[in-house]
């Protein structure tokens, strides 16, 4: 802690324990303590931590060739593509490497299908993204964030984009009549503003408000995806893994990262269909490590593990008694207000403002009685635990929360 402390920027404030080794839904601490890991690394851990097939592939593939960069073919790549598509069910896939490179290429894709295909007067292209988003940390997706850290400091800001409230098709609709906008940027549920889980028919609202406009949905999943709500996809919680979208929220644009490697690597991706990912000629974007051999076999045995180990099943059912035990805890403690989520990503609002210290401090209580977690706000705690979690490790989870925000509230 003191190297990092005085070695490296300052830009985190982490919870005071330091992680050494990690199984599964556990990590264990210098001192040999044991935890669990109820963060996942902001949801990129679905499948466990070390998971023995992604480590497996990645071991194998590192001594073998880890990059080549896209001036020349390698041999996974191709298999790699092939699987990405026919999992999500989309024509082409754009390998990058971490969430925010996909959002920004995702609004490059955007743009450029917009004067190319839409024709949209140059220069002139609007996207339209939601009140309390989390896209990343680039120049140009904290251009138009509206959490006032993300942004202090940080300007000028890249044009072309208009905030509306998160949840409201009607302003989406009022936004969507400017003939500029090429795309509607949006989580299925915003991870980082507090776990807001938006009314059930909002994405097949917007994707039908978007077809009508002739506006691409672009569907940001990075902290959504690969099983974390209860489905593959928070955009469509019928589709499965290599089926067929029903066509209510299918997205013209899907943004994946993090569980994409379930924590092993950096991989992210954006799928689309040809009528959107053919107006990108070479020379117009890359990355040297996006698509290198190592993530595209990282990729494929975390997407394995999801598939064969039922990772979305599983977060439906325990989502729904992890909440159970929350609304129990609620009903006994007026500390806690309300849970919200689907699946394994879940909040709990505290009963207290937005810039007090009590979600901190009932994770420094939580850490101490045997389990990680990190508010999002002052008065929101985010309990998102690895996917491979059992009922029992559930019951047992749920009732360390208890006891904590029990004695924390007996306090006060
Ligand atoms: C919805 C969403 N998009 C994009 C990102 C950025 O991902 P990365 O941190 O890998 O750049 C995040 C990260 O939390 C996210 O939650």
Redesign the pocket.
């Given at each position: 802690m003191a190297l990092e402390n005085e070695h490296g920027a300052h830009n985190y404030h982490p919870l005071p324990v330091v992680l050494d080794r990690g199984e599964g839904v556990f990590v264990w601490d210098l001192e040999g303590v044991r935890y669990y890991d109820f963060l996942s690394a902001?949801?990129a851990v679905n499948q466990g931590h070390c998971h023995p097939r992604i480590v497996e592939a990645m071991v194998e593939q590192t001594r073998k060739l880890t990059l080549t960069s896209r001036a020349f073919y390698n041999s996974v790549l191709g298999a790699y593509e092939r699987y990405m598509t026919a999992f999500f069910a989309f024509d082409k896939v754009l390998p990058m490497n971490?969430?925010?490179?996909?959002?920004e290429t995702a609004i490059k894709l955007a743009r450029k299908w917009g004067y190319d295909v839409k024709g949209v007067p140059a220069n002139q292209a609007v996207i339209v993204v939601c009140d309390g988003n989390?896209?990343?940390?680039t120049t140009t997706i904290v251009s138009f964030s509206t959490d006032g850290d993300a942004t202090g400091g940080f300007g000028p800001f890249t044009p072309g984009f208009k905030i509306i409230p998160y949840n409201d098709l009607d302003a989406l609709k009022g936004a969507l009549a400017d003939p500029n906008v090429v795309g509607f940027l949006v989580?299925p549920i915003q991870?980082?503003a507090g776990v807001f889980t938006p009314a059930d028919d909002y994405m097949s609202g917007a994707r039908s408000l978007c077809s009508d406009a002739n506006v691409l949905l672009m569907a940001?999943?990075?902290?959504?995806g690969i099983a974390r709500t209860g489905s593959l996809l928070a955009s469509e919680p019928g589709f499965t893994h290599g089926g067929s979208w029903d066509g209510l929220s299918k997205p013209d644009l899907l943004?994946l990262?993090?569980a994409l490697s379930g924590g092993a690597y950096?991989v992210?991706a954006v799928l689309a269909d040809n009528a959107v990912m053919d107006v990108i000629h070479p020379g117009q974007h890359g990355s040297t490590f996006g698509g290198n051999p190592v993530a595209a076999q990282v990729a494929i045995a975390a997407l394995d593990v999801v598939r064969d180990e039922q990772l979305s099943e599983r977060a439906l059912r325990l989502g729904i008694r992890f909440r159970a035990a929350m609304n129990d805890l609620i009903a006994d403690c007026s500390l806690i207000t309300k849970v919200r989520g689907r699946g394994l990503l879940n909040a709990i609002l505290i009963n207290d403002t937005e810039d007090s210290s009590t979600a901190w401090d009932i994770c420094v209580a939580l850490k101490e009685n045997g389990l990680l977690a990190k508010p999002t706000h002052g008065n929101i705690i985010r309990f998102a635990p690895p996917l491979v979690i059992t009922a029992e490790q559930i019951d047992e989870c749920a009732a360390i929360i208890r006891k904590t925000v029990l004695e924390i509230a007996q306090k006060r």
């Open positions: 902001y949801s971490t969430g925010a490179e996909a959002v989390f896209h990343g940390r989580e991870g980082e940001d999943e990075v902290q959504t943004i990262g993090k950096p992210s």
